[in-house]
C-alpha cells in the first residue's frame, strides 16, 4: 500500500538526518496517514479511505466529504476518491 493521501496526495519527501559532527545521511518523512470512515450526504454512505491529518482537518474546514470534493482538482485526488466525485457530480445533476 503507497503512503500517499488519497485527498491531497501528500507523500513523503526527503531529506537529512544531520548529525552533531553535520554529517549528513539519506532519512525519509512520512505522512501521518490514518483509515478513517467518512460520510458522504450527496452519496447517502460511508466512505473509508486512508488520509493524512492535515487533509482531515481541511475536509472538516471546508464542512464535509462532499465539498471537498467539489472544490479540489482531479489531479491531487487519488483514482478510488476521482470516481467518488464523478458519482457525487452526476447525482447532484439528476
Known amino acids: ?5 488519497e485527498l491531497t496526495g501528500k507523500g513523503r519527501q ?10 549528513k ?11 478513517v470512515t467518512l460520510l458522504s450526504d ?3 454512505r ?8 492535515h487533509g482531515l482537518r481541511s475536509v472538516e474546514h471546508v ?3 462532499d465539498n471537498w470534493l467539489l472544490k479540489t482538482s482531479d489531479e491531487k485526488l487519488s483514482l478510488r476518491v476521482r470516481r467518488l466525485k464523478r458519482e457525487l457530480v452526476k ?3 439528476a
Do not use: D, W, Y
Not at 545521511?25 to 483509515?35: A, D, E, I, M, W
Not at 460511508?46 to 491529518?53: G, K, Y
Open 42 to 44: 450527496g452519496l447517502e
Open 14 to 23: 526527503v531529506g537529512h538526518n544531520v548529525s552533531h559532527a553535520n554529517n
Open 46 to 53: 460511508a466512505v473509508r479511505l486512508r488520509v493524512s491529518t
Open 25 to 35: 545521511t539519506k532519512r525519509t518523512f512520512l505522512p501521518n496517514l490514518q483509515n
Open 91 to 93: 447525482k447532484q445533476a
Open 63 to 65: 464542512g464535509g466529504l
Open 1 to 5: 500500500m503507497s503512503r500517499i493521501c
